[in-house]
C-alpha cells in the first residue's frame, strides 16, 4: 500500500516580533493525517520561500536554517 506524504513549512503570521521575524512551523500530512508543531526558528518573512520550501540565500545563517529545518522534520 502506497502512502501519500507531504512536508510544508510556513510562518506563524499573526505572531510577529518587533524585529519583524515571525515563527517558523512545520505541517506534515501522511494520508490526509494532519501534524503541525514549531521549529523553534524565526525569519524574515522575506526570506522564506513557501513554493520552494526553504530559507531563501546563500549565507551561513540561511544554509543553518535550511540544515535545522530539515532536522526537525526528520523526526
Known sequence: MKSAFNVLYY????????VGSMPIF??????????QFKTKLEIQPSDLSVKMNKVIGHSF???????????????
Open 11 to 18: 510562518l506563524k503570521r499573526n505572531a510577529i516580533r518587533k
Open 26 to 35: 512545520t505541517r506534515i500530512t501522511v494520508d490526509g493525517i494532519i501534524a
Open 61 to 75: 545563517d540561511s544554509k543553518k536554517q535550511n540544515l535545522a529545518m530539515r532536522s526537525s522534520s526528520d523526526g
